[in-house]
Structure formats: structure tokens, C-alpha cells
């Protein structure tokens, strides 16, 4: 494995708010016997706590051989190796060789939907899970805010951090909820207008989400929230430009799986309307 991959996964593995939720929630949904499909299974973490939790048996997914193989490993030492069963490659063209009683995944980004998740479980849902299964998480709402921040030359491009209470330009707004149990569409797009609360120098939007797990389960990556890997999306101008208190901005995002069906296309935009013209 590589050292970025390393450093890659024990960040993950060392997000207590995201290992502690999923583990809560697979201790509350797995059934004793449950067979599990595990979608982008990394090193395996959500693959052990399933089987500790009581499944009978799980098929563990990853593109990436190293981490598979890791995962192996790993799957070894703790002696649950006959109740996994490793597929590499992707997802949307794995097949597992049985219907799956829950389908649990973690493939977010900073957006929460810009890792390819819609498409992936989608997907999943339709070939593997059966009629009644269950799926982990079950939906995520996004929020975004207009940001005073100064980018660097080298992250005008979509990229994640931490932003602070004194960055905000205006009150956040929430698009409506993504529901994965019946989500058909694999793109998605939210059009809001942004109310601007003080002066300032518009230079992007903050992004962040709210996941729920189960019924109970659930954690946030806002800027006020326990902090995460996620951080907040961070979604940079080209061109900032000075806003005032009272100005809307009209701001619209797309997200959309790229050809290799690993990530995500983002794209959005946005008009700031003066004060004088929302009167």
C-alpha cells in the first residue's frame, strides 16, 4: 500500500464522529443472519462491525486492489475471514451472487454526493437488495452559505477545509432531503437564492451535510458541529466579488457522475442581485 493511501485511511479510521455513528447504527439495524453488501469497504471497518453486530455474512466491495488486500488481511487476524467475501472492482459491475438484506455505505465527499454515492446505491439497490432490505445511511441533506474567504492561487478549484463564524456573509440555506431508499435520478441540483447579512467580499460557498444513518443515527459536518475529515466543502470564485447587506445572490449547483464513475462533476453558479433591485 502506498503512503498516500495510508495516510488516506487513517484519517478515516481516526474520525471518531464517523466511526462512532456507523458503528451505532449497524448495532441497531443488523439482524442476526442478515447477509450485507458493503460499497466502497476501504479497509473493511463497516464490513467487521456488521459481522460483530450480528450478519451472517458480507460482500465487501472496493476498486482499489491495495486496500482490498489489506482488507484481507486484516479480515484474517480477527478471524472473519469466512464470512467476507472481497470483490474488486466497481461496484456497478460487481456482481454478487446473492440478494443482500441491508447495503451500507460511506462513499461521501465534502458534499456528501460528490463521491459517485447516488449512482452507486441506486445501483445497488436495484440489482441486490431485497424486497423490505434496509440501507445505511438513509438520507443527507446539503447546506450551503456565501463565504468571505481569501483562496489561494493554487485551491480555486473545489476542495474541502474549516470555515469560522466570521466567514459567513449570510444566513446558510438547506436543500431539500435526498432520500436514498427511492432515489431514481443519479445527478442532482438545488437552485436557492442566498440572502447576504453584511458587507463584504463574496469570494465562494461553503457546503456541508447532515447524514442520517437510521431513524436515530445521525450526524452533521457543519462548521459548528463535532469537527470531521469532511470538513466543509469549499466551492471558490474565480472572480470574488464585493456584496452588501441586503443583496440576494441567485446561486445554483449540478452534481453528476464523471465517466469513470469514481467521482463527481460539480459545477455551479451564481448572480448577486443589488439590495435597491429586491426592494
Known amino acids: 500500500m ?99 438484506d441491508l447495503i451500507v455505505t460511506e462513499t461521501l465527499g465534502s458534499l456528501a454526493l460528490d463521491e459517485n ?35 489561494p492561487r493554487h485551491l480555486h478549484a473545489y476542495h474541502h477545509a474549516s470555515i469560522t463564524d466570521d466567514e459567513y456573509l449570510g444566513t ?3 436543500a ?4 436514498f431508499a427511492n432515489r431514481r435520478r443519479a445527478s442532482w441540483a438545488f437552485q436557492t437564492t442566498l440572502p447576504v447579512a453584511r458587507n ?21 459536518t457543519a462548521p459548528d458541529a463535532p469537527p470531521t475529515h469532511w470538513e466543509q466543502g469549499m466551492l471558490p470564485l474565480r472572480k470574488p466579488q464585493p456584496v452588501r447587506a441586503g443583496d440576494a445572490i441567485d446561486f445554483v449547483i449540478g452534481i453528476e457522475p464523471d465517466p469513470d464513475n469514481l467521482h463527481s462533476i460539480i459545477e455551479y453558479d451564481f448572480l448577486v442581485r443589488p439590495a435597491d433591485r429586491n426592494r
Open 2 to 100: 502506498t503512503d498516500a493511501l495510508r495516510k488516506r485511511h487513517a484519517i478515516l479510521l481516526r474520525d471518531a464522529v464517523r466511526m462512532e455513528a456507523y458503528a451505532a447504527a449497524l448495532r441497531t439495524v443488523v439482524r442476526p443472519g442478515d447477509v450485507i453488501a458493503d460499497l466502497g469497504c476501504g479497509l473493511g471497518a463497516l464490513a467487521f462491525m456488521a459481522l460483530r453486530a450480528g450478519a451472517q455474512h458480507v460482500h465487501a466491495i472496493d476498486v482499489e486492489p491495495e486496500t482490498l488486500a489489506l482488507a484481507m488481511d486484516q479480515a484474517t487476524r480477527e478471524g472473519l475471514a469466512s464470512r467476507i467475501t472481497f470483490h474488486q472492482g466497481l461496484a456497478q459491475t460487481v456482481a454478487v451472487p446473492e440478494q443482500v
Open 117 to 151: 454515492m447516488l449512482p452507486l446505491l441506486i445501483d445497488a439497490r436495484q440489482r441486490w437488495l431485497k424486497p423490505g432490505g434496509r440501507m445505511i445511511p438513509q438520507d443527507v441533506t446539503i447546506t450551503f452559505a456565501p463565504i468571505a474567504r481569501k483562496f
Open 172 to 174: 446558510p440555506v438547506s
Open 176 to 179: 431539500p432531503m435526498v432520500t
Open 200 to 220: 463584504g467580499i463574496l469570494q465562494g460557498f461553503a457546503g456541508w451535510f447532515t447524514l442520517r444513518l437510521t431513524e436515530k443515527v445521525a450526524f452533521s
